[in-house]
T-cell receptor, first 112, second 118 residues
């Protein structure tokens, strides 16, 4: 069974204090890994797609990386507006069927 | 502006009633999805549809039904058979399903509907 584990469950940072969120996965035949941001009471907002180990993508203060077993979301000099829950999801498939499995998320709080 | 809309934002249901959640997209996406989100759990797939007039069960389809009569619309009915329907429901869409970079495109989500059973 596919498993996606995100750590830590919650993270509290001071404004400007850089850190990383982890997404470890167990999936047979990974086809892609997604990162989303979700604000309370709202739908997830797409951030990144990573397809192969070694791939990196950046957007403003966020940088996502992928290895064969995990992905990291690095947050550089975070601001209070970066406070949200960050979701990781993995895609695998065989034949004509594709399955996306989501992690529970990491709740990030950035304090001014 | 292109996007996905869900209505209503909040919905209250009495036990034994069926309710329908609306999902509309104007992104010209082929694939649409319904997820359920509960505290302490990841998003779980209820149903998905790749083309009009076709849909497939997800991991937790029992007690739910869908239709896909138009490309833009994918309504979800929560029936009285769903034993624990109180949750946050999310609709999503993507351009198409495929393989490799750019062939499986990311899912875009609507704002969600919070359903509460009284």
């Amino acid at each position: 069974e596919d498993q996606v584990t995100q750590s830590p469950e919650a993270l509290r940072l001071q404004e400007g204090e850089s850190s990383s969120l982890n997404c470890s996965y167990t999936v047979s035949g990974l086809r892609g890994l997604f990162w989303y941001r979700q604000d309370p009471g709202k739908g997830p907002e797409f951030l990144f797609t990573l397809y192969s180990a070694g791939e990196e993508k950046e957007k403003e203060r966020l940088k996502a990386t992928l290895t064969k077993k995990e992905s990291f979301l690095h947050i550089t000099a975070p601001k209070p507006e970066d406070s949200a829950t960050y979701l990781c999801a993995v895609l695998r498939g065989s034949g004509g069927y594709q399955k996306v499995t989501f992690g529970i998320g990491t709740k990030l709080q950035v304090i001014p | 502006d292109g996007g996905i809309t869900q209505s209503p934002k909040y919905l209250f249901r009495k036990e034994g009633q069926n309710v329908t959640l609306s999902c509309e997209q104007n992104l010209n996406h082929d694939a649409m999805y319904w997820y359920r989100q509960d505290p302490g759990q990841g998003l779980r797939l209820i149903y998905y549809s790749q083309i009009v007039n076709d849909f497939q069960k997800g991991d937790i389809a029992e007690g739910y039904s869908v239709s896909r009569e138009k490309k833009e619309s994918f309504p979800l009915t929560v029936t009285s058979a769903q034993k624990n329907p109180t949750a946050f429901y999310l609709c999503a869409s993507s351009t198409r399903l495929g393989w490799g970079p750019s062939s499986y495109n990311e899912q875009f989500f609507g704002p969600g509907t919070r359903l509460t059973v009284l």
